[in-house]
């Protein structure tokens, strides 16, 4: 079975500060690894995957992860954080022989001016 | 560029009735999820669908029923609707099995009263 912990509930940081918000996952085999993001009565919108390739994943917005395999990790990270970043992320993945995704539990992100 | 679409918006229904939910795959993408999100909930895998045959089920109840159409659009029936059914439901699409990513709809919030 796949799964996903995020072991910060909210994470608040100053507008400028990095953000950096924390993942870990638990799957069979090389992981397929995602960030979404999901603003108040949205959707989940697409900010990054790792699939295979290169540890540090760049996505939308500025934000990057880094896929650590010996920590089984994937934190997302932006160097400076923006009001406008303020919001639920999730964390997901996918086992290689898989269709579905397991989500984490999300990270409410709040970035004070 | 065209997105994954999902109808209703909102519906509002009563204890016992009967919904039905839309979803409406990005072009070219064969595959549809179906998620559950409750409130302050991450989404929850309910059941998927490739190339109109399902390919896995979650924790979906055994009142709840989907489907994928010829034209790869799918949809989520809901029976006997209990309170704790309210929740915000999420379809995504992806071609094949994902290695591309997800798309996510922006959802639909199912409020049974």
């Known amino acids: 079975a796949q799964s996903v912990a995020q072991p910060e509930d909210q994470v608040n940081v100053a507008e400028g500060n990095p953000l950096t918000v924390k993942c870990t996952y638990s799957v069979s085999g090389n992981p397929y690894l995602f960030w979404y993001v999901q603003y108040p009565n949205r959707g989940l919108q697409f900010l990054l995957k790792?699939?295979?390739?290169?540890?540090l994943v760049k996505g939308s917005y500025g934000f990057e992860a880094e896929f650590n395999k010996s920590q089984t990790s994937f934190h997302l990270k932006k160097p400076s954080a923006l009001v406008s970043d303020s919001a639920l992320y999730f964390c997901a993945v996918r086992a290689p022989n898989d269709y579905k995704l397991s989500f984490g539990a999300g990270t409410t992100v709040t970035v004070r001016a | 560029a065209a997105g994954v679409i999902q109808s209703p918006r909102h519906l509002i229904k009563e204890k016992r009735e009967t919904a039905t939910l839309k979803c409406y795959p990005i072009?070219?993408?064969?595959?549809v999820y179906w998620y559950q999100q409750g409130p302050g909930q991450d989404p929850q895998f309910l059941i998927s669908f490739y190339e109109k045959m399902q390919s896995d089920k979650g924790s979906i109840p055994d009142r709840f029923s989907a489907q994928q159409f010829s034209d790869y659009h799918s949809e989520l029936n809901m029976s006997s609707l209990e309170l704790g059914d309210s929740a915000l439901y999420f379809c995504a699409s992806s071609e094949g099995t994902g290695n591309y990513g997800y798309t996510f709809g922006s959802g639909t919030r199912l409020t049974v009263v």
């Open positions: 790792y699939i295979t390739g290169d540890n």
């Open positions: 072009p070219r993408h064969d595959t």
